[in-house]
């Protein structure tokens, strides 16, 4: 049976903050089908308490610190997640239970299939019968290679994009006495399917991100901590919008200068993305942007 891996994900760091990212195929061993978080978490409430039969997950604590117990049906573990660039990958069949919630921590779950009620194991005896009954036939998860299949849009469409393309999103939000989830799928709740989930955390006051278009990737931007102002540019129009919920997001299509600003403290700005890092779809000064814009 396959056991729990701690990932030690990328922190890149600069006089801006510090950016941590997952991308699948690489740090999640599996297609990206869903993400939630969970925040408003009180003091002393408990997470998950179930298992899945066939659906993995990468766990991040984006803000705060919080135990992550797991039991495969042998022995039980405790790992205390507390830093931004440390996750948990969770394979299946494994009992899973979220405890001891800092004040404002926000759970980051990356998941590699849809919600699916069939999926879940909510009685302890009905898991551990099953894992001592099929330990031995459980089969190996099968592992996405990293290819990109992503269909590129026409460029000369992406060219049309305006500031007034950028769409706000009211994403769903389920609420809990035990803490609030907000859950992402694709397609459904977002126009695409993300393949990269990365994060910006640590910033200091007074600094700018972003400072760049794309020629193909679509980004989600929220804020799942504090708040932000975003400026978009389609050469033509300038917007600023602001995000402060973890429940509001900002769908930015390609071919639109975006500038982060205005952070508050302790803000985390959370960004899923169609696409994995490619150097070559970033457009990253200015006159280069209107060039691409005006062609």
């Known amino acids: 049976m396959e056991k729990e891996r701690i990932l030690e994900l990328p922190k890149i760091q600069d006089r801006r903050g510090s950016l941590s990212f997952i991308e699948e195929g690489l740090q999640a061993p ?7 978080w969970i925040y408003n978490v009180p003091g002393g409430q408990k997470r998950g308490s179930h298992a899945f039969k066939n659906q993995e997950e ?24 507390n830093r931004s660039y440390k996750a948990i990958h969770v394979p299946k069949m494994m009992w899973r239970t979220l405890e001891n919630f800092s004040t404002n921590s926000v759970c980051l779950v990356l998941s590699s299939s849809a919600y699916d009620e069939d999926e879940y194991i909510r009685n302890y005896k009905d898991f ?14 099968e592992r996405r290679k990293d290819e990109n299949t992503v269909q590129r849009e026409d460029v000369n469409e992406i060219k049309k994009n305006t500031v007034f393309d950028c769409s706000f ?29 990365f994060y910006i955390y640590d ?3 007074g600094e700018t991100r972003g400072v760049h278009a794309h020629k193909y990737c679509h ?18 129009n300038i917007r600023t919008v602001t995000l402060n919920h973890p429940m509001y997001a900002l769908h930015i299509p390609p071919g639109i200068w975006a500038t982060e600003k205005n952070y508050s403290s302790a803000t985390v700005c959370l960004a899923l ?8 779809d970033y ?11 005006s062609e």
């Open 30 to 36: 599996f297609k990206i089908e869903r993400t939630y």
């Open 58 to 81: 990468i766990i991040v604590a984006l803000s705060g610190s919080f135990d992550v117990v797991l039991d495969d049906g042998y022995e039980k573990r405790v790992h205390q997640l």
């Open 128 to 141: 551990h019968k099953m894992v001592r009954e099929g330990a031995k036939s459980q089969p190996q998860p």
């Open 169 to 197: 999103i009211r994403l769903p939000v389920i609420e809990n006495k035990a803490g609030n989830i907000t859950p992402v799928l694709n397609n459904v709740d977002i126009p695409f399917e993300m393949r990269r989930v």
């Open 203 to 205: 910033i200091p006051a």
């Open 219 to 236: 980004e989600i931007l929220v804020a799942a901590t504090g708040s932000f102002e975003v400026e978009l540019d389609d050469g033509k």
């Open 273 to 280: 993305t169609s696409d994995v890092y490619e150097e070559e």
């Open 283 to 293: 457009i990253r000064t200015y006159a280069e942007f209107k060039k691409f814009r």
